[in-house]
């Protein structure tokens, strides 16, 4: 019998202590013992990316990441992001591009385009449909949901080109 | 699949780790970043009786140059090397080939020491340290060891890593002004794996010869492959953008079949990565630039 | 977004919603993560089971023992077939129109007979899905191997052997289509060409898992299913009749479901064990299928092997075309819509665009020891339409005739409609001129072709592929009605002002997120001038909805549709007729308007709709005698002109081979689609899109590799290569708007299309480029190996 553990850590904010087994990865622990299901089980390999959540502030894999190594972390769903008003820039491009169908993909497709924006705030069409390709869509053909990162890009640019103080 | 139950323990210092490596031998699995690791205990393809966290170890963390090499922690972690500025300056062939390691979310998690020490021939990183012709530190109960690359990738997802084992972290010597690098690789989707993926090191002379060529391919063999015969031509004969076929007829490997290619498709397709690496080498001494200068 | 109002336009007014890429309102929702899927849901002493699958092709059990497994913890019980028996019945998949088809009887758990890796034999039910997989190792299973049928192309040979022995031979299903004269038309004619092509068999793989939740009470006898699903009320009959429910005790609840595809509008033994469990348990089971299993036990599809033959003159008129198709399915016809369709398609479909007047068709549809193969996206188009355009273009290219010009020639005139085609499917009115002429001007066919001319000099080798296609939509009650299943190929719709004011909406046709409920809100709003906010949308429940046959066959949005459209018609008229008898007006001088009653003639407010909820809900005692309001209105529709409502289209593919390697980039794609009134052209344009890289994965990427024992080397998401972004092209699409008289509305369907002609296209794309090669690629999936075997740059020895 393996021994269950007691872990600590911030979820969506929220601090939360559980029992859990080590080998319980992180989604299964958001899902089950939190009650949070927008991390979502799509192979459980890392392949296709619907379990995407973040991890001190980066998105990872939630299905290969064990809940106890998640101890003393920030822990952040879609949920999370959402209510935290982190993602409703891309949320808003998504719905007005119907950049989503089924909705499966969804919260994975989002976290990884906030990380895109913040990493590669000019990014091409082919940069974004590079770096997107960890997230698999059946249902779009992709194109609506890199229309509304690039929407999203372009916006931000035109917010913040500033002309160049010189030195 | 859910893994099967395991006991999980994550040490503060490398004694511990050794004490426990020797108490479960078999039973017990190192995980670093858990990349590959929990992919395949969620398959149930293994069935360790005890995780082996290092992930508390910071002496396994950082990049840094000392002298003329660089070193990089085993826990450091795939994105790390892709941001990091010291590597962009001092070992550029990593930086380019770690947008081809996976998905960004894998390597935010993914370490290089892991990579090193699972050693899947068709990952990037075991292929990069032998073309940079780098060293593995291990460390055990009975002190540190310091492996060439060489040396170090015996058979298929096996090192020369002794049971109780465990890696520090990697050098490889900082490139020099004269050193020219090209890596591609083949997919059917960005971030797989490599279909063959290869890379060539050395140091170009105005005589069109190379110094210190390395050829080392990825995706074709049990190890990372160094085509040796290639190798000692570019050695030998200058190496131009029209002579590069050449050398790719020359390639002396023989891959092995994969589940949607033939052993003959394999070679063919190595023959024509090479091919077309070399004639980006060739062109970049022309051009006086590298790859690396332009951006991504 | 082109659309061009085509002729034969039966005329809608024009509205606000209708015709508007208006955002969906359900996926607000799912933006944030609080959509609700099967697994999302948990009940109370919920139970989990885990399905012990055989690992092998075929084979017999000979000994099993459970009583290690159930020492497990959280084991609650191991059960096998004959623990069913009596809770559920076995079925028979074949149709009484489909003649002449056979299949063995099939049980939710094989008794003994295992014929597929992959099949459920014993299941596992545990407190936790975990620990019914701990226990899963303890099960002792026992068995004997038998040969197996892996290769269709054999499996008729005199010494195959025969998987069901009662069924006499390894044959489900045949048919000829032969409109006679054929041989006597091929030897008139001054050119055949010959060609054999192979589609690889590959599968749905939706994001979400297929899942099940059944809740059975014991007390009332009633049995709620919790199910990814997109046919409730088939399922609901399903369920009543093999469990022996009284339908009414029978709620099928279909919540959100992450993609479908045709993979969960069948029924599975997995799906029906699950039930009988939760009969026999007395308490809630829940199955969700792992990613692993997925690949082994969804349904598959597209199998085939076709030789296929045309006939033409040199001027470029077509005359006809033959195919022999084989299909290798699985080892028991799908319940209940058979394994038959998919290849009865390919007869019905191919040569669909033209007008040759000759056609002879074989199809055998046989069975192996491989997972069963059923209705995925597309059924059978995506080969017809490879087959007829595949051989199209190489009819072009030994006349020296342009392909788009060959097309020209040989496709039905617009105006020549309604008629029948060759194969005998009935043609309302379609725009195959049309929409060759549009995108010819989208792609600007001449320069890529000159384009293509300069860069073959240079050794880069660019492809374009054409390919016209018709796809059947809004079926009546041709497809399995009259074949004696009961799936209803007609849908209603509840439109009901309710007492705030808002509108509801029931409809028996749901969606998995193409966005139904929003063009069903659409119509609703329009019919009714209110604002698109004030409508609520409900699907997907059987304890709630009208009956009806719910999404498959593109029918959603014309047949779902228009039961809307005609039950907000019926509720806009007694609205009127309310207002009219207690504001003492005349009715023909009111009208709805932004959410109100209105003077026609002077715009005057006679009353606002959600004063009216209030006076007919909260106080009947204000209304004069003799009048009874009626705020809902419920209206079924079954489109009974046609078998089915066709609609056309055509795609181009733009492509780059690498001869090197055999890798091809895809450059770019179009699609001119006519799917009748557009009814949201965001909607559906990313619907085609979405179709269209389902078959690029079929035509570039996807197939499940069997070895020759049936075991299957690539299930899983790392082997078994979906298409993602970084790989695929932009696809801009246009519409030509026929509009199908059949219906008010006037909308057909669009969720199948891009499947449909996608691999076509890509197809001769790449052939297109290899012309200066001398070679033709036919086997989908076309891999870079197959490219580089073709150009003779390295020899087939697999």
């Given at each position: 019998m393996?021994?269950?553990?007691t872990?600590?850590?911030?979820?969506?904010?929220r601090?939360?202590?559980?029992?859990v087994?080590p080998?319980t990865h992180?989604?299964?622990?958001?899902?089950?013992?939190?009650q949070?299901?927008g991390?979502?089980?799509?192979?459980?390999?890392?392949?296709?990316?619907?379990?995407t959540?973040?991890l001190?502030?980066?998105?990872?894999?939630?299905?290969?990441?064990?809940?106890?190594?998640a101890?003393?972390a920030?822990?952040?769903?879609?949920?999370?992001a959402?209510?935290?008003?982190?993602?409703?820039?891309l949320?808003?491009?998504?719905?007005a591009?119907?950049?989503?169908?089924?909705?499966?993909?969804?919260?994975?497709?989002?976290?990884?385009?906030?990380?895109?924006?913040?990493?590669?705030p000019?990014?091409?069409?082919?940069?974004?449909r590079?770096?997107?390709?960890?997230?698999?869509?059946?249902?779009?053909?992709y194109?609506a949901?890199?229309?509304?990162i690039?929407?999203?890009?372009?916006?931000?640019?035109?917010?913040?080109?500033?002309?160049?103080?010189?030195? | 699949?859910?893994?099967?139950?395991f006991?999980?323990?994550r040490?503060?210092?490398?004694?511990?780790?050794?004490?426990?490596?020797?108490?479960?031998g078999?039973?017990?699995?190192?995980?670093?970043?858990?990349?590959?690791?929990l992919a395949?205990?969620?398959?149930?393809?293994?069935?360790?009786?005890?995780?082996?966290?290092?992930?508390?170890?910071?002496?396994?963390?950082?990049?840094?140059?000392?002298?003329d090499?660089?070193?990089?922690?085993?826990?450091?972690?795939?994105?790390?090397?892709?941001?990091?500025?010291?590597?962009r300056?001092?070992?550029?062939?990593?930086?380019e080939?770690?947008?081809?390691?996976?998905?960004?979310?894998?390597?935010n998690l993914?370490?290089?020491?892991?990579?090193?020490?699972?050693a899947?021939?068709?990952a990037?990183?075991?292929?990069?340290?032998?073309?940079?012709?780098?060293w593995?530190?291990?460390s055990?109960?009975?002190?540190?060891?310091r492996?060439?690359?060489?040396?170090?990738f015996?058979?298929?997802?096996?090192t020369?890593?002794?049971?109780?084992?465990?890696i520090l972290?990697?050098?490889?010597?900082?490139?020099t002004?004269?050193?020219?690098?090209?890596?591609?690789e083949?997919?059917?989707?960005?971030?797989?794996y490599?279909?063959?993926?290869?890379?060539?090191?050395?140091?170009?002379?105005?005589?069109?010869?190379?110094?210190?060529p390395?050829v080392?391919?990825?995706?074709t063999g049990?190890?990372?492959?160094?085509a040796?015969?290639?190798?000692t031509?570019?050695?030998?004969?200058?190496?131009?953008?029209d002579?590069?076929?050449?050398?790719?007829?020359?390639?002396?490997?023989?891959?092995?079949?994969?589940?949607?290619?033939?052993?003959?498709?394999?070679?063919h397709?190595?023959?024509?990565v090479l091919?077309r690496?070399?004639?980006?080498?060739?062109?970049?001494?022309?051009?006086?630039?590298?790859?690396?200068d332009?951006?991504? | 977004?082109?659309?061009?109002?085509h002729?034969n336009?039966?005329?809608?007014d024009?509205r606000?919603?209708?015709?508007?890429?208006v955002?969906?309102?359900?996926?607000?929702?799912?933006?944030?993560?609080?959509?609700?899927?099967?697994?999302?849901?948990?009940?109370?002493?919920?139970?989990?089971?885990?399905?012990?699958?055989?690992?092998?092709?075929?084979?017999?059990i000979?000994?099993?023992d459970?009583?290690?497994?159930?020492?497990?913890?959280?084991?609650?019980?191991?059960?096998q077939?004959?623990?069913?028996?009596?809770?559920?019945?076995?079925w028979?998949?074949?149709?009484?129109?489909?003649?002449?088809?056979?299949?063995a009887?099939?049980?939710?758990?094989?008794?003994?007979?295992?014929?597929?890796?992959?099949?459920?034999?014993?299941?596992i039910?545990a407190?936790s899905?975990?620990?019914?997989e701990?226990?899963m190792p303890?099960?002792?299973?026992?068995?004997?191997?038998?040969?197996?049928?892996?290769?269709?192309?054999?499996?008729?040979?005199?010494?195959a052997?025969?998987?069901?022995?009662?069924?006499?031979?390894?044959?489900?299903?045949t048919?000829?289509?032969?409109t006679?004269?054929?041989s006597?038309?091929?030897e008139?004619?001054d050119?055949?060409?010959?060609?054999?092509y192979?589609f690889?068999?590959?599968?749905g793989?939706t994001?979400?898992?297929?899942?099940?939740?059944?809740?059975?009470?014991?007390?009332?006898n009633?049995l709620t299913?919790?199910?990814?699903h997109?046919a409730?009320h088939?399922?609901?009959?399903?369920?009543?009749?093999?469990?022996?429910?009284?339908?009414?005790?029978?709620?099928?609840?279909?919540?959100?479901?992450g993609?479908?595809?045709?993979?969960?509008?069948?029924?599975?033994p997995?799906?029906?064990?699950?039930?009988a469990?939760?009969?026999?348990?007395?308490?809630?089971?829940?199955?969700v299928?792992?990613r692993?299993?997925?690949?082994?036990?969804?349904?598959?599809?597209?199998e085939h092997?076709?030789?296929a033959?045309l006939?033409?003159?040199?001027?470029?008129?077509?005359?006809?075309?033959?195919?022999?198709?084989?299909?290798?399915?699985?080892?028991?016809?799908?319940y209940?819509?058979?394994?038959?369709?998919e290849?009865?398609?390919?007869?019905?479909?191919?040569?669909?665009?033209?007008?040759?007047?000759?056609?002879?068709?074989?199809?055998?549809?046989v069975?192996?020891?491989?997972?069963p193969?059923?209705?995925?996206?597309?059924?059978g188009?995506p080969?017809?339409?490879?087959v007829t355009?595949?051989?199209?273009?190489?009819?072009?290219?030994?006349?020296?005739?342009?392909?788009?010009?060959?097309?020209?020639?040989?496709v039905?005139?617009?105006?020549?409609?309604?008629?029948?085609?060759?194969?005998?499917i009935?043609?309302?009115?379609?725009?195959?001129?049309?929409?060759?002429?549009?995108i010819?001007?989208?792609?600007?066919?001449?320069?890529?072709?000159?384009?293509?001319?300069?860069?073959r000099?240079q050794?880069?080798?660019?492809?374009?592929?054409?390919a016209?296609?018709?796809?059947?939509?809004?079926p009546?009650?041709?497809?399995y009605?009259?074949?004696?299943?009961?799936?209803?190929?007609?849908?209603?719709?509840?439109?009901?002002?309710d007492?705030?004011?808002?509108?509801?909406?029931?409809v028996s046709?749901?969606?998995?997120?193409?966005?139904?409920?929003?063009?069903?809100a659409?119509?609703a709003?329009?019919?009714?001038?209110?604002p698109?906010?004030?409508i609520?949308?409900?699907?997907?429940?059987?304890?709630?909805?009208?009956y009806?046959?719910?999404?498959?066959?593109?029918?959603?949005a014309?047949?779902?549709?228009?039961a809307?459209?005609?039950?907000?018609?019926?509720?806009?008229?007694q609205?009127?007729?309310?207002?009219?008898?207690?504001?003492q007006?005349?009715r023909?001088?009111?009208a709805?308007?932004?959410?109100a009653?209105?003077?026609t003639?002077?715009?005057?407010?006679?009353?606002?709709?959600?004063?009216?909820?209030?006076?007919?809900?909260?106080?009947?005692?204000?209304?004069?005698?003799g009048?009874?309001?009626?705020?809902?209105?419920?209206?079924?529709y079954?489109q009974?002109?046609?078998?089915?409502?066709?609609?056309?289209?055509?795609?181009v593919?733009?492509?780059?081979?690498?001869?090197?390697?055999?890798?091809?980039?895809l450059?770019?794609?179009?699609?001119?689609?006519?799917?009748?009134r557009?009814?949201?052209?965001?909607?559906a344009d990313?619907?085609?899109?979405?179709a269209v890289?389902?078959?690029?994965?079929?035509?570039?990427?996807?197939?499940?590799?069997?070895?020759?024992?049936?075991?299957?080397?690539?299930?899983?998401?790392?082997?078994?290569?979906?298409?993602?972004?970084?790989?695929m092209?932009?696809?801009?699409?246009a519409h030509?708007?026929?509009?199908?008289?059949?219906?008010?509305?006037?909308?057909?369907?669009?969720?199948?299309?891009?499947?449909a002609?996608?691999?076509?296209?890509?197809?001769?794309?790449?052939?297109?480029?290899?012309?200066?090669?001398?070679?033709r690629l036919?086997?989908?999936?076309?891999t870079?190996?197959?490219?580089?075997?073709?150009?003779?740059?390295v020899s087939?020895?697999k």
């Open positions: 393996t021994e269950r553990m872990i600590r850590l911030e979820v969506n904010g601090a939360v202590s559980c029992e087994e080998r992180l989604i299964d622990f958001l899902r089950d013992s939190l949070i299901k991390a979502r089980v799509g192979c459980e390999h890392g392949v296709c990316g619907a379990c959540v973040r001190d502030g980066r998105m990872v894999r939630g299905c290969l990441v064990l809940a106890v190594q101890q003393n920030r822990v952040e769903t879609i949920e999370g959402s209510d935290r008003g982190d993602l409703a820039e949320q808003a491009a998504f719905h591009r119907n950049a989503l169908q089924c909705g499966f993909c969804t919260a994975g497709m989002l976290i990884a385009a906030a990380e895109l924006i913040e990493q590669k000019h990014a091409s069409r082919d940069e974004i590079k770096f997107m390709s960890g997230n698999y869509c059946r249902c779009t053909g194109q949901i890199v229309d509304a690039e929407d999203v890009l372009e916006a931000r640019l035109q917010r913040t080109s500033a002309p160049v103080a010189s030195c | 699949m859910k893994a099967a139950a006991d999980y323990v040490p503060r210092d490398i004694a511990q780790v050794f004490a426990l490596l020797e108490e479960y078999d039973e017990a699995r190192i995980i670093a970043g858990g990349q590959t690791l395949t205990l969620n398959m149930r393809l293994s069935e360790p009786q005890l995780l082996i966290d290092i992930g508390a170890l910071n002496e396994l963390r950082g990049i840094s140059v000392s002298g090499r660089l070193r990089i922690g085993a826990l450091v972690t795939h994105a790390q090397i892709e941001d990091s500025d010291l590597v300056r001092h070992a550029p062939l990593l930086s080939v770690a947008p081809h390691v996976a998905h960004r979310a894998i390597r993914g370490t290089f020491g892991g990579s090193i020490a699972f899947d021939p068709a990037e990183w075991p292929a990069c340290l032998v073309a940079l012709r780098g593995v530190i291990v055990g109960a009975d002190g540190e060891r492996i060439q690359a060489d040396d170090f015996l058979d298929l997802y096996t020369a890593l002794q049971p109780g084992e465990v972290a990697c050098e490889v010597p900082v490139e002004a004269a050193s020219n690098h090209q890596f591609d083949l997919v059917r989707r960005h971030g797989d490599a279909i063959v993926g290869a890379a060539v090191t050395g140091s170009m002379a105005a005589t069109g010869l190379i110094e210190n390395r080392v391919f990825l995706g049990n190890v990372p492959e160094r040796r015969a290639v190798e031509l570019l050695e030998t004969t200058a190496l131009t953008v002579t590069a076929a050449e050398f790719a007829d020359a390639l002396d490997i023989e891959p092995a079949a994969d589940l949607y290619h033939s052993a003959q498709t394999k070679l397709l190595s023959r024509v091919k690496l070399l004639c980006k080498f060739a062109e970049a001494r022309i051009e006086g630039r590298h790859e690396g332009k951006h991504d | 977004m082109l659309r061009k109002r002729q336009d039966v005329g809608l024009e606000r919603y209708i015709g508007s890429p955002a969906r309102p359900n996926a607000r929702r799912l933006l944030q993560g609080r959509g609700t899927y099967v697994d999302d849901i948990a009940l109370p002493r919920m139970a989990h089971v885990v399905y012990w699958r055989s690992p092998v092709a075929h084979a017999r000979t000994a099993f459970s009583s290690f497994a159930r020492m497990m913890p959280g084991i609650i019980g191991i059960y077939a004959s623990d069913l028996e009596g809770v559920c019945k076995p028979v998949a074949t149709l009484s129109h489909l003649a002449g088809m056979k299949s009887v099939q049980y939710p758990l094989a008794p003994g007979h295992l014929c597929w890796q992959g099949e459920p034999v014993y299941a039910v407190e899905r975990r620990e019914a701990d226990a303890y099960l002792q299973v026992q068995w004997e191997e038998l040969p197996v049928v892996a290769d269709m192309e054999h499996a008729l040979d005199a010494d052997p025969v998987i069901h022995p009662e069924l006499g031979d390894n044959l489900c299903f048919r000829t289509i032969d006679g004269n054929v006597a038309a091929f008139g004619a050119l055949v060409v010959e060609e054999t192979h690889g068999r590959h599968t793989v994001m979400e898992t297929r899942s099940v939740l059944a809740d059975f009470n014991a007390a009332d009633t299913v919790y199910h990814s997109q409730p088939m399922m609901q009959d399903l369920y009543s009749r093999h469990l022996d429910l009284p339908e009414g005790s029978v709620r099928v609840i279909c919540k959100d479901v993609g479908s595809f045709g993979i969960k509008v069948h029924s599975y997995d799906d029906f064990a699950t039930v469990l939760a009969k026999i348990l007395k308490r809630p089971v829940k199955f299928a792992d692993l299993e997925s690949f082994a036990s969804d349904i598959h599809a597209r092997r076709v030789h033959r006939a033409a003159m040199t001027d470029g008129r077509i005359v006809g075309f033959e195919i022999d198709d084989l299909s290798g399915v699985g080892p028991y016809s799908v209940p819509r058979t394994s038959g369709i290849g009865n398609q390919v007869l019905n479909i191919t040569g669909g665009p033209y007008r040759h007047e000759h056609y002879r068709a074989v199809l055998r549809v069975f192996q020891n491989k997972p193969m059923s209705q995925y996206r597309g059924v188009h080969i017809a339409c490879a355009e595949g051989m199209v273009d190489l009819a072009a290219q030994r006349l020296g005739i342009d392909p788009l010009a060959l097309r020209r020639m040989n039905m005139p617009d105006d020549s409609y309604p008629r029948t085609g060759a194969s005998g009935k043609l309302e009115g379609l725009s195959h001129e049309a929409c060759l002429d549009e010819e001007e989208m792609i600007e066919y001449a320069r890529l072709r000159k384009e293509q001319r300069e860069l000099s050794g880069v080798y660019r492809g374009i592929g054409i016209s296609m018709v796809e059947l939509t809004n009546g009650a041709a497809f009605g009259v074949g004696g299943a009961r799936i209803a190929a007609q849908d209603g719709a509840t439109v009901r002002l007492a705030g004011g808002g509108i509801s909406v029931l046709v749901g969606e998995q997120g193409q966005g139904t409920e929003t063009i069903f659409q119509i709003a329009d019919t009714l001038s209110m698109l906010g004030s609520r949308v409900v699907t997907g429940d059987t304890g709630v909805t009208p009806g046959g719910g999404t498959w066959a593109s029918r959603g014309g047949i779902g549709g228009e809307v459209l005609q039950a907000s018609i019926a509720l806009s008229a609205v009127i007729d309310f207002a009219a008898r207690i504001h007006r005349e023909n001088g009111l709805l308007a932004d959410g009653v209105v003077d003639s002077t715009g005057e407010t006679v009353v606002r709709l959600v004063d009216l909820a209030t006076q007919a809900y909260f106080r009947p005692d204000t209304l004069p005698p009048i009874h309001p009626e705020l809902s209105a419920t209206r079924h079954a009974r002109d046609y078998p089915f409502v066709f609609t056309n289209g055509v795609h593919s733009h492509v780059e081979v690498d001869v090197e390697t055999g890798m091809v980039k450059l770019k794609h179009w699609v001119v689609e006519d799917c009748g557009v009814l949201n052209p965001m909607l990313e619907q085609i899109r979405g890289v389902q078959g690029i994965g079929g035509v570039l990427f996807e197939e499940c590799l069997y070895d020759a024992g049936g075991s299957l080397r690539n299930g899983n998401m790392a082997d078994y290569l979906v298409p993602m972004a970084a790989e092209p932009d696809i801009e699409v030509i708007e026929t509009p199908t008289a059949t219906s008010q509305l006037g909308a057909k369907g669009a969720g199948e299309a891009g499947t002609g996608a691999p076509a296209a890509v197809m001769n794309a790449i052939n297109d480029a290899l012309v200066p090669f001398n070679t036919t086997s989908h999936p076309i870079p190996e197959k490219i580089l075997i073709a150009l003779g740059t087939a020895s």
